[in-house]
Structures are given as C-alpha cells and as structure tokens.
C-alpha cells in the first residue's frame, strides 16, 4: 500500500466494518484533513445506530479497568463494542502518552471490539479534536456501543455530557475528604454514577454520600424528576457491579428512547458539534490571521504603553478591517 | 484546514516473558517530549496482541523492544502478521539487546531499524522522523 488512498475510497470499507479502513478514516478526522470532509459527510449520513457511553472520572478512579470490564460484558450479550479512551497531551510538547490500552488486554484478539487511543492535541474540555468524528466513524462501523473515556478533571466533564446519549461518572473512594464528583457541578452531569474499588472499607460510605448529596439535590430543586439517578457499587478484579452497570445503561438509554428525551439530547449534542466546529474554524483563522500583524503591538505591550485587553481590541480590529467578508 | 504538520504515533510495544520496562519507558517519554502520540501496550502481549493494536491505532511507526533474545522469532511474526493485515505501511523499529548478525538479518526482512540499548534518546527521536518523513503521507 504505497499510494495515499482518496478517502470517499474508505467510506464503504468503513460500514463494512474493516478494521484497517476504520482506522485509517480515524487518522485522517483526528489530523483535520480536508481531504476527508466529504467522507465524513458521508459517513455521518449512516450514524444513528450505535449507543454512546461516556465514561469520566478523575486519573486513578479505576476508570480504564472498569471500561474494559463492561466492554468484555458487553460482547456476552454479542454487542459490538467500541471504545475511545482519550488522555491529555503533553502542554509544553503537544505529544502524549496514552496507556489506556494496558488495562486493555483481556479484550486482545476479540474482533468485536476496537479500541482507539487519542490525545486532547490542546482541546479544552476533555474530549480530543477529531473525538465526535471518531464516533461518527464508529457508529457507521457498526458498533452497537461506543465508549468515551476521557479523565475529568472539573468543568472538563460538561463536554463528554453534550458528546455522549449516556454519561457515566467513575468515583474511586478514599480518594480524599470529598467525593470528587460533588465538585464543580460533576455530579449532576451523571447518568449513572459508579463507586470502584467496591472492596476498600470506604467504599459504602463514598455510595451513602453519593446518594445523599444526589437527593438533596432533588429536595433543593423541588421538582418531580422522572428518574433516581443511580449509585452503583463495582470492583473490577471481583467482577462485581459489572453487570447491574451494564442493566442501568442499558435502562438509561430505554429510559431516554420511551420519554423522548434521546432525541432532545441528540439534537443538544448536534448544537454543541456545530458550534463547536464553528470555534475551532474561527480559532484557526485568527491563528492564521495575526501572522505578521503582532510585532507592533507586542513593542507598545513592552514599552507599557498599551494594555492586554486594549492591544487585543486593536489586533482585531486590523484582522477585520483587511480581511475580505 | 489541512494540520500542519501530522503528529506522528508510535506504538511501543513489549512482547513476550521478557519483564524490562525501564527503558521502553524512557524512550515513551523521549517521544512524548518530542511532540508524539505514544501507545504503550503493557507488558507480555503477543505478537498477534500487538499487531492488532497497531493496525486499530493506525501508528506511524511500532517499535519492539526485546531484551530476551526471542527477537529471531518475534520479528519475523510481527512482519508476517502486518503483512497479511495490508498494513506494510507500519514501519517496525526494533530496540533493546541483539548481536550484529541478527541486526543485518532483521533489517533485510523488513524491520526498518534497531536502536541498540543506550541509544541516546534524541538519536531514537530524529531516527523515527526520518523514517515516517520518508515513508511519506499515508
């Protein structure tokens, strides 16, 4: 294979469920290809079968284990699955090591299952560029589930929320004073939660926090809720909760279907993707754009005759007064 | 807006009974330094383990590291398995402990390169660059 195949060339291959196609397409809407958009139009067109499973939980919850748990449960009951585990890149080099694949290996040479590493490549909020078209990729693929697995690490998480139909969030107990999850508004964002870790001591009270924080949130908001988020208790080495895991995602998406609520956050989650790609063409433009207009203004910054805000205001100014509509 | 310049992903892998992971993880964090995407697989997997996560990965390059002499037979399975996926594409680059010979060998069947322990880092990383520069887009 020497010669660059055109992307339109994959699209077929891709809802066929090759392997290599798959991957390959992932590459090219992982790279930001332009080359790719029109099959990824495409492949688009042929998503809306696979049920998207976002799982979050701050590094050491237990999260990648847990993954790979309910990913070999998942197959008993012959679905195929698969599984996106994204991790941050490196702030200063831009590169990553990704090592959710070690947790990994007792799905080795299972062919329902695929799993792809990616790195955030400097995206805010937890989920990498290319994350939703990987997705899309793997949703036209075949794959009857699709992981998210991002670390959350605070506000991070509301992004996997608006990417996935389920969202699960990972708490590992004795982790500190606090349930992480109740910081910043991470549990709310819950479909699901998940204790790990199920055999630590702590771990019963970490469930009888949860549940308690959860229904005062109910209490506080007064208002009737259709459905008791709930708390479930697993340790991966045990096999245990793995099971009554897989029942709850799988009656949260029941749930969204027979309610109508699967379509609004579909159409929540079209919104976001459209806006999003809207910030990230206007971020490349302006990345474009302030070439060879910054000099002049970074002199007047160093001479303190301008400040920050008002040197910015002035950049943009000159962006838009050239740039042609 | 095509990216600028493709960051490369490498898949480090550990093949085998062989236990040393000090220095794959060394050279994981030299690449990541160097802007790359590393996959690190573990320990023990197999070549057919191995070969199906750098084809679900689609890496640039996938380098084995092998200290326990099994390097004769494990090569040689990786080549076949990556032939047989259609994915020649994937340039193998070997590291760790192996006698000359068996070096000259490797690389007439297809490995691309072996970095030899104590291999600087920085010669491991623009070594990598020159082979996916060559390679060409894919």
């Known amino acids: ?42 492949i688009y067109q042929r998503t809306g079968r696979a049920h998207v499973v976002g799982i979050t939980g701050v590094p050491g919850s237990g999260k ?47 062919p329902g299952v695929f799993v792809r590493s990616m790195a955030t490549r400097g995206a805010l909020g937890g989920l990498a560029r290319g994350t ?29 929320v608006r990417a996935s139909h389920t ?17 910043a508004g991470v549990l709310e964002i819950a479909d ?48 245990q909760g793995i099971s009554e895991l897989v029942a709850a995602i799988d009656e949260h998406r029941d749930y969204m279907k027979s309610s109508g609520l699967l379509e609004e956050r579909r159409q929540a989650i079209r919104e976001r993707r459209m806006l999003k790609a809207a910030e990230q063409i206007l971020h490349e433009e302006f990345e474009q754009h302030r070439e060879g207009r910054m000099a002049p203004l970074l002199a007047e910054l160093g001479d303190g005759q301008v400040s920050p805000q008002s040197a910015a205001r002035r950049l943009l100014a000159h962006i838009s007064m050239e740039t042609p509509q | 807006m095509e990216a600028k310049t493709d960051t490369i992903r490498v898949l480090i892998a550990k093949v085998g009974l062989d236990g040393h992971d000090r220095g794959v993880k060394i050279v994981a964090r030299a690449l990541r330094d160097a802007g790359m995407d590393v996959i690190y697989t573990g320990l ?31 090569f040689p399975k990786i080549l076949k398995l990556l032939d047989e996926r259609g994915a020649n594409d994937i340039l193998v680059v070997g590291g760790g402990v192996m006698p000359d010979e068996d070096v000259d060998e490797l690389k007439r069947q297809g490995v691309k390169e072996i970095l030899l322990q104590d291999t600087p880092p920085d010669k491991i990383v623009s070594t990598i660059r020159q082979l996916v520069t060559e390679r060409g887009p894919r």
Do not use: N, W
């Not at chain 1, 990553?96 to 799905?107: F, K, P, Q, T, V």
């Open chain 1, 1 to 42: 294979m020497s010669a660059r195949i055109p992307s339109l060339d994959l699209v077929d291959r891709v809802s066929a469920g090759e392997t290599r196609a798959i991957a390959r397409m992932l590459t090219r809407a992982e790279s930001g290809s332009t080359e790719a958009r029109a099959a990824l139009d495409l």
């Open chain 2, 44 to 74: 023990h997997r197999t070549p057919d383990e191995v070969v199906d996560a750098a084809v679900q990965e689609d890496v640039d390059v996938l380098g084995v590291s092998l200290l326990s002499g099994a390097h004769m037979t494990i």
């Open chain 1, 64 to 110: 990648s284990t847990l993954v790979a748990k309910l990913a070999a449960h998942l197959r008993r009951s012959e679905r195929k699955v698969a599984i996106v585990a994204v991790d941050p890149s490196s702030p200063f080099s831009g590169g990553s090591i990704l090592g959710d694949r070690i947790r990994m290996g007792e799905l080795g040479g299972d």
């Open chain 1, 132 to 160: 939703l078209e990987a997705v899309d990729i793997l949703d036209a693929a075949g794959y009857d589930v699709v992981i998210i697995e991002t670390v959350g690490v605070g506000q991070d998480e509301v992004d996997i």
């Open chain 1, 192 to 239: 699901i939660h998940a204790v790990s870790k199920g055999d630590k001591p702590e771990a019963d009270k970490t469930i009888s926090d949860l549940k308690g924080m959860l229904g005062l949130g109910v209490a506080l908001a007064g208002r009737i809720v259709g459905r008791l988020t709930p708390v479930i208790k697993t340790c991966s080495p045990q096999d």
């Open chain 1, 167 to 183: 969202t699960v969030v990972v708490s590992a107990p004795g982790l500190g004073d606090d349930i992480q999850a109740i910081k």
